[in-house]
């Protein structure tokens, strides 16, 4: 009888610390195949499509730095989103820097999303 109320303690213990909601996942960066399985699939559908990778993130900012992506190849105002390695969009976002090596952008965040987080992937296609 012991053990059986050690065990329900145990539990009831790890609900209270842990929490009962389901929390969101944490972000899963696109490595080199991921990003160019992204690139393949959207520029058969968009052979104009752009697709980079996160590579800075400032929160408090609402800003994100990409790279992987030619700054030339997007303009001021382009709109893109943001998505995780499944595909899901968590974020859109919109140009408003360019630099030598990357594009800044900043974005809203989905309801059922998140902050775009480093190893993301920013699309610019017609979805």
Known sequence: MRLHHAVLSAVL???VLCGCK???PAAIP???ATLQQFRDTYTRADPTAKI???IAVLPENRLVA???IAPADVQI???MVFMNT???IIA???VVEKTADAIHLNYDVKSDGRAPAVGDLAVKAKL
């Open 92 to 94: 859109m976002g919109h």
């Open 30 to 32: 696109a490595d080199e």
């Open 66 to 68: 990409v790279g992987d």
């Open 13 to 15: 213990t790890s609900l």
């Open 77 to 79: 105002g382009d709109v």
């Open 22 to 24: 389901s929390q969101k």
């Open 86 to 88: 499944n595909s899901q």
């Open 52 to 54: 980079g990778r996160v």
